[in-house]
């Protein structure tokens, strides 16, 4: 009877020793599986905040040209102002001057001419402004609306992960139950 024992303790000691070493086995597994999950999460939260910092940083220097092409604007109408006044007075002086009519008009009419060169260039300048503030609001607009879904995405995301995490929890939770 004993040799019979032995004889059947020898027999099933490698099951009992392999049955111990695949729980070791899968224990390994699953805390592999747990750390390359934490670290996979915590990649993807570092790049969610540079993408984030990378719009918010794309936002604010749109706006900071918007506001310098907006202070170059207010100078170019404010020396436009000061180039149509230069303008009449040129005008009136040349309405009133009456003595030396010869010699100042040619000389009065080549001034007026430069200067209504000056004034429509200025004026084209400030058109051109114009433009490039409108096209900087848009982009401020594009860029704020690509900032909004990037967040709607990552709280999307989010509720997804914690659904799954929930389901997963939820299914652990029956596989124990029979086991009890």
């Known amino acids: 009877m004993k040799k019979r024992l032995i ?3 020898v027999l099933v000691l490698p099951f009992a020793t392999n049955a111990q070493f695949s729980s070791a086995q899968r224990q390994m597994q699953t805390s592999n599986y747990m750390f390359a999950n934490q670290n996979r999460m915590f990649m993807q939260m570092q790049q969610q905040q540079r993408t984030m910092a990378r719009m918010q940083s794309n936002v604010q220097s749109v706006e900071n040209k918007l506001a310098k092409e907006e202070r170059k604007r207010m100078k170019l109408e404010e020396k ?3 180039q149509q006044a230069a303008l009449r007075v040129k005008q009136e002086q040349l309405n009133t001057d009456r003595k030396d ?9 080549k001034q007026i001419i430069k200067a209504v060169e000056q004034k429509n260039k200025t004026q084209s300048k400030i058109g051109a402004s114009n433009a490039k503030i409108e096209n900087f ?6 860029s704020k609306l690509k900032k909004e ?3 709607k995405k990552q709280e999307e995301e989010k509720r997804a992960k914690e659904l799954e995490k929930s389901g997963n929890a939820e299914k652990k939770e029956k ?6």
Request: glycine share 0%; no cysteine; aromatic share 10%.
């Open 7 to 9: 004889v059947l303790f």
């Open 80 to 82: 436009s102002l000061r």
């Open 101 to 109: 009519f010869d010699k100042n008009t040619e000389k009065a009419n």
């Open 137 to 142: 609001k848009k982009e401020i607009e594009t």
């Open 149 to 151: 879904e990037f967040a």
């Open 175 to 180: 596989k124990k139950e029979p086991n009890k």
